[in-house]
């Protein structure tokens, strides 16, 4: 069985990246293609070198591969995967759009269907500077011919597989398509829960628009005698040391022996964005530290909220300072609902073992639809021993966990 694994370009180690690394756990001798290939540490890659399309060597391209963007579609189809019996894409862009045959098979994890063409091209319009004049129509030609093309390619796929519920509505709407849910994997092991917390909250995320930090900033400076502290750097930084006060901590990036410390010894992690899942939330869990987090997107569905027998957070309704405030309020109310127990048993549900074992699961799935054609018939066979081992889950909650609410 030749396997192609198709990731829409490695620049730095993010949630997709940690995605194609358990990929390549399950399929380590497979091939990996990609847009281009600029990653410095190659350990998630297991030391291997991607396949790259002409983008690689445009000028300037190391610092300024998006600005090819209108290119991306044309480049990924310049892939020979003919030779190949399954093909998976890890996809957030276009690495779903890779051209196949009759004969192969093709799951694509989609992270997100391309989050600034569709539902979010407004947002990313204002955020971009262009909602006026030459430049903001160019723009929204290349994104009304990329959500052409994105529609299209997706007749290319046999099988979606999506990280959350909340991507799989997405799916549904943008492709007309069903998918299978499996959630990202986390490194639970990295972390270890502490039982005894201390008087702060902490917020930790690259410091970008969507990510909101600048209003979790604002909304503890309007509560002084409550102490935050924010790890991460970005675009955003100045804008948010300007809206902190003295309760404010601010220590930019940090190493991970830092940041896990933090997450360990918090009362709470706060997080305001409307992610696809939000890996940092699990994280937080997975030190046994209860999240409070805007009601919307992966979070619903990673964080057992305050309504259960055995809740590991909250949400807020709304992106705003007094919606914030209000949920950590309610949270120091009831903060002693929210055990460290009970955040690590929900945390892991979400490890590396589960994710594998429902991946393999997903392309097994795949490849039975596909049986009347040798490529799944190579593949079945491939993974039918796998499947018989394959891992347990490290982290089934407790029935009692997630009873109705009480």
């Not at 990609?34 to 410095?40: E, G």
């Not at 990329?146 to 979606?160: E, I, M, S």
């Not at 069903?178 to 994997?185: E, F, I, L, S």
């Amino acid at each position: 069985m030749k396997v192609a694994l198709v990731h829409d370009w490695l620049v730095t180690y993010g949630g997709s990246e940690k995605v194609l690394e358990q990929i390549i756990e399950c399929f380590p001798d497979a091939d990996v293609f990609s847009l281009v290939d600029f990653m410095s540490d190659r350990s998630c890659l297991h030391g291997k070198k991607a396949t790259t399309s002409f983008v690689q060597k445009l000028p300037f391209a190391k610092r300024h591969y998006r600005s090819y963007l209108p290119f991306f579609p044309l480049a990924i189809e310049q892939f020979d995967l003919s030779g190949y019996d399954l093909v998976i894409s890890s996809s957030h862009a276009v690495a779903k759009g890779v051209l196949v045959g009759p004969d192969q098979v093709h799951v694509s994890y989609v992270h997100s269907p391309i989050r600034y063409a569709w539902d979010l091209q407004h947002q990313y319009l204002q955020e971009a500077r262009l909602t006026k004049g030459l430049r903001s129509w160019l723009a929204r030609i290349v994104l009304h011919y990329l959500r052409t093309w994105d529609t299209r390619t997706a007749n290319g796929v046999d099988l979606f597989v999506v990280n959350s519920s909340f991507i799989a509505r997405r799916v549904e709407r943008v492709y007309r398509r069903d998918a299978v849910v499996v959630n990202p994997p986390v490194d639970i092991e990295a972390f270890e829960p502490r039982a005894r917390k201390e008087p702060f909250y902490v917020t930790v995320s690259r410091m970008v628009p969507y990510k909101k930090m600048d209003l979790i900033v604002e909304a503890f400076a309007a509560m002084p005698e409550r102490k935050l502290v924010v790890i991460g750097d970005g675009p955003d930084m100045e804008k948010v040391r300007a809206k902190a006060g003295p309760n404010i901590e601010i220590l930019g990036h940090q190493p991970f022996d830092v940041l896990k410390d933090h997450l360990q010894r918090a009362s709470a992690f706060v997080f305001a964005a409307e992610e696809d899942f939000g890996i940092s939330v699990v994280e937080a869990q997975a030190c046994g530290t209860p999240v409070i987090a805007f009601g919307r997107g992966g979070a619903r569905e990673t964080v057992i909220d305050e309504k259960h027998a055995h809740p590991t957070g909250l949400f807020f309704d709304e992106q705003n300072v007094d919606s914030i405030r209000r949920a950590v309020d309610r949270f120091e109310a009831n903060q002693e609902r929210f055990t460290p127990a009970n955040c690590r048993a929900n945390a892991e549900r979400f490890s590396k073992a589960t994710f594998r074992s429902g991946l393999l699961a997903a392309v097994l799935e795949a490849s039975e639809s596909r049986s009347h054609l040798p490529a799944g018939e190579r593949i079945r066979a491939a993974l039918a021993p796998s499947m018989l081992h394959r891992p347990a889950s490290l982290g089934v909650l407790d029935a009692q966990m997630l009873a109705e609410p009480t």
